[in-house]
């Protein structure tokens, strides 16, 4: 199967997060409140046209929404100690529970490392849910290294964040 990544439809983002954050929570897992995955909250001035779609083709031709992730260069609320476009900030990463075990997760990196060397960054960042030992382990094995914790709070809600670094 191949699979090809766009920003030009923030529905299918939209729709990506969603579906995930709904099984989340319908697997006692919930990382995002449902309501707040909106695109009033989603997109702002500096995630509008960062709302990226894997889609994966099928053998006949058909294309589908295989997982979603944000990647800015901005991120005042979860980075405001890091200087603008000096990293790639990626949030609201989501596979579909029927392309999980297909390896997205590296074709997303590739992309977004892809992405920071075209403006000459070498650095991703991210932060996830610090009570969540799999998830932080999942980011470790796949080249990211902890730096910090803190709580952040956003829509209503507040984390304790695991933040990584990864640089290239």
Known sequence: MKFTIRNDRPEDFLGVVREVG???ADTGRE???IDTLTPENLFDEFTTGNGYVVYARHPDGREEP???FIL???DPLFFGDVPDNTAGFI???AIRRAFA???LFARML???RAECLKRGIHEIQLETD???PALMQFYERNGFEPTHRREVSEFGQTFLCQYYVMRF
Request: aromatic fraction near 16%; include cysteine.
């Open 110 to 112: 590739d992309f977004c």
């Open 72 to 74: 800015q260069w901005k």
């Open 22 to 24: 709904q099984w989340l």
């Open 66 to 68: 295989a997982g979603a």
């Open 91 to 93: 949030h609201k990463l």
């Open 31 to 33: 990382l995002w409140a």
């Open 130 to 132: 610090g009570t969540r």
């Open 101 to 103: 075990g297909q390896n």
